[in-house]
């Protein structure tokens, strides 16, 4: 984990209204199909992270011959696995000799267009050899490639492993991943899990973002052996998650705390002391065995294996509502009266591309030639058109749910605008049942230059099984008049 909190700005915020508690009994039953992660081989890596530590300076910083060595080791077990293997260098924004990332395909199938992507640092402090930060997540994401490899199952998306490098710099190798992604590329990944520090002798049950959809399925895993979580405070925006929720991807993952002290509270919940649940974090003795909880970093590893096979192995979901935007569907602008922009309301038709210091519409869809747009002309300047005056609305036919889940509404989304926006612009996705309205994911403005780009995003709405729903979007350029832009394309409702 980062050495310090790293102020960065998070492109990605969601509010998710989903029951505190899942179906123990449902992820018990799906977990069936989940093989166990072993943790005799986790410990395994881990014990060679500790040598390697140990034979190149005491340490695994990514400027040094332990961090290559690191890769070396990670790279050839991939290799031999039969993974598509890369070794990534961090062209710009590491720290000068640091090493590179390792990025691993596994080949066995699944829709290319779907990826789920699960990551760790590799690197480590130059205080000691990082076992916990990180070897644990590390070891961990490794048996987890090496069991996928070993039992083949039966894909619906595809996977992909990192190992980040630079990360105690500054989020260096991930950020320079997530950055350098071709558009494209980004929407196709669905949700990146993040392991870092998932150990900690004196550990709690940490999940990022555990209200959305991937963080839900963490939970899942958690309530179905009855081990309680919380959402990861300590960690916010201080690990390799934070970049891809900077480019608009949804990231959840597990923790077991760094160096925060575990509560009063937390001590009746998960056992412990009232004391850091690393008391090694970032010094000489984070080493193995000693600074390892096996039973936090067994559950880490087999939490991991169920959102794995929860949501890329296994019989696809059923689809049970969907518009890509091509024809009329039942589309509602203004539905309640209260709009108040004067240019830029939604419309469905074909979009033609703006420019103002960078992209702000997009004339390409996701797929087809329509989508859902504010404003779709361009105009003679790119300010014709745009959102201005307040906000615009436009919400869906009714869509009737099934009484059972899991239910997940997915759809991709851009939003765009100059650097003279504020937080009062935003971008919403609600959804509407007959207890009022919830807002499932709200991106707000700043006063930052943000550019057109096709993000995904994927939230639960099985707290509303049974009921029929509709699809809120709402846009608007509510400050002081700015450049602001927004689309929808390819939503769809699933079940499974």
Known sequence: ???????????????????????????????????????????????????????NGGNRRSTTAGYTASVTYVYNKLVAAGFTVTRQNCTSGCTSGAGPNVIADWPGGGDPNSVYMFGAHLDGVSAGPGINDNASGSATLLEIALTLAATRPSLTSRVRF???????????GSRFYANTLPTAERSKIKAYFNFDMVGSVNGGYFINRITSAPGQTLKAYYDSIGVQTEENTEGAGRSD???????????????????????????????????????CYHRACDTYPSN??????????DAAAYAL??????????VIWSDTFETATGWTTNPAGTDTATTGLWERGVPQATNSSGPKQLAATISGTNDLVTGR?????????????????????????????????????????????????????????????????TQLGSATNRDAAWASGSWSLTGYAG?????????????????????????VITQG
């Open 162 to 172: 990192a190992f980040w490098t630079d990360e105690e710099q500054g989020l260096n």
């Open 309 to 318: 096979w929860t949501l890329a192995a296994g019989t696809p979901a059923t």
């Open 377 to 441: 002309l361009a105009g003679t300047s790119a300010g014709d058109y745009d959102i201005d005056g307040g906000a615009t609305s436009v919400r869906s036919p009714a869509i009737a749910l099934p009484a059972t889940g899991p239910l997940t509404l997915k759809l991709s989304w851009y939003f765009a605008h100059g650097n003279n926006a504020t937080s009062a612009d935003f971008f919403r996705v609600s959804v509407v049942h007959s207890g009022g309205t919830t807002a499932l994911f």
């Open 292 to 301: 390892i909880s096996d039973t936090v970093l067994n559950r880490a590893g």
């Open 241 to 279: 998650d934070a970049p891809f929720n900077a480019i608009g991807v949804q990231t959840s993952g597990v923790a077991a705390g760094a160096s925060r002290v575990k509560t009063a509270a937390q001590v009746a919940k998960w056992g412990g002391t009232q004391s850091a649940f690393d008391p």
């Open 1 to 55: 984990m980062l050495r310090a909190f790293t102020a960065l700005v998070l492109t990605f915020v969601a509010v998710v209204a989903v029951p505190t508690t899942a179906t123990a009994a449902t992820a018990a039953a799906s977990a069936l199909a989940v093989p166990d992660i072993s943790l005799t081989n986790t410990k395994a890596h881990l014990q060679q992270f500790q040598a390697i530590a140990s034979a």
């Open 467 to 491: 009921q029929s729903v509709r699809i809120l979007i709402e846009a608007a350029d509510a400050g002081t008049a700015s450049l602001v832009e927004a689309a929808v394309d390819d939503a």
